[in-house]
């Protein structure tokens, strides 16, 4: 049973956290559909298109570095409640689990590109260097990864909209 909670939302994130916070989640929303057309393309014809993939995916990485250092360095406000201890949990295990996903997927990007050939190609123009699906096998758990990545944001902005509409929390004041 849920309890009536009123969280505190005065109390911010950082400006690091805040702008790491927009600015990767603005990738991530161009990165994953962007990665998904690339799948079924031939490769001569994706070859712009992994490059751009690969260098937003590093900048993904470095800013969920600075984020991850930005998040234990400074003071942060408490999580929000919600009554229930389920959800309660469940909030942070899903924003624990962001930040493991962002560097699994960012290694396994990057795994993939120098295991199947794809940084050789780019350096050489040499298409031929680039191994089968099959033959790479990071590529399919950096798909996994990336699709429980969406299914997870759906997971946060369904929070976000039930604090927003049921609770009438704008929890996003404390992330703007």
Known sequence: MENEIKNDLTKKFSKATIITHWFTALLILILFPLG??????????????????????????????????????????????????????????????????????????????????????????????IKSHDEIPPLKPHGIMAVIMMILLAMHIVGFLKHWIIKKENTLERIS
């Open 36 to 129: 998904k057309y690339m799948e079924d393309l031939p490769v001569a014809e994706k070859m712009g298109l992994i490059k751009i993939h690969a260098v937003l995916g590093i900048i993904v990485l470095v800013l969920t570095i600075i984020r991850t250092v930005s998040f234990f360095k400074s003071e942060r406000p408490a999580d929000i409640k919600t009554g229930s201890k389920f959800n309660d949990k469940l909030a942070v295990y899903i924003h624990n689990i962001f930040y493991f996903l962002l560097f699994g997927i960012a290694l396994s990007g990057m795994a993939t590109m120098i295991l199947g050939g794809y940084g050789d190609a780019l350096q050489t123009g040499n298409i031929d260097l």
